[in-house]
């Protein structure tokens, strides 16, 4: 079998010279799998971040819950002016634990909310945990004179602090 005949095929065992065009068609295929595979993968993160959020609005009422009657003034929907970021705080049990939401303006995972009260003085403290929030934090006063939530925001990620005020939304539940 001469040098040109090896490159441009394979040699059959009855002699014939079979067109190296196996290789290439299985590369295509392969090919064409890892592109369907890319896509589905892509379409289902995108109808991921299209789900309709259950994120508490000024319309929804929010369940009022068991614990400190006192920390029970932190329930309701609070929004920080500066950028519209929405705090949803739904629930405050008996030990502290806080059932919470933050918009920005999608949903972030909050990791941990907890709520405290020391006299007349409530706390508030969330940490977020999301793509652009590794880590960032609230801590948070209640101010029962104006209504609001007063305190430092943590930007992680710049390992800079921010001093921020949310204000209560008015409308049902809040």
């Not at 490159?7 to 290439?24: E, Q, S, Y």
């Not at 950028?83 to 995972?109: E, M, Q, S």
């Not at 508030?124 to 939530?149: A, K, Q, S």
Request: with cysteine; glycine share 12%.
């Amino acid at each position: 079998m001469s040098k040109d005949r090896r490159k441009n095929g394979i040699k059959k065992p009855d002699g014939r010279v079979r067109p190296r065009t196996a290789g290439l068609k299985r590369l295509v295929a392969t090919g064409g799998v890892i592109v369907v595979v890319v896509a589905v993968g892509a379409a289902l993160l995108a109808s991921r971040d299209r789900k309709p959020f259950a994120a508490p609005v000024a319309s929804a009422p929010i369940p009022r819950s068991e614990g400190k009657p006192e920390v029970q003034r932190l329930v309701g929907n609070w929004v920080r002016p500066d950028g519209g970021y929405i705090l949803g705080v739904r629930t405050v049990d008996g030990t502290g634990h806080v059932d919470a939401t933050y918009l920005n303006p999608r949903p972030i995972h909050v990791m941990r909310a907890n709520a405290s009260s020391m006299g007349s003085t409530m706390k508030l403290f969330i940490e977020l945990r999301d793509e652009g929030y590794p880590g960032c934090t609230y801590d948070l006063t209640y101010n029962p004179g104006d209504d609001t939530l007063q305190g430092i925001y943590f930007q992680a990620q710049i390992q800079q602090r921010f001093d921020v005020v949310f204000l209560r939304m008015k409308g049902a539940g809040s």
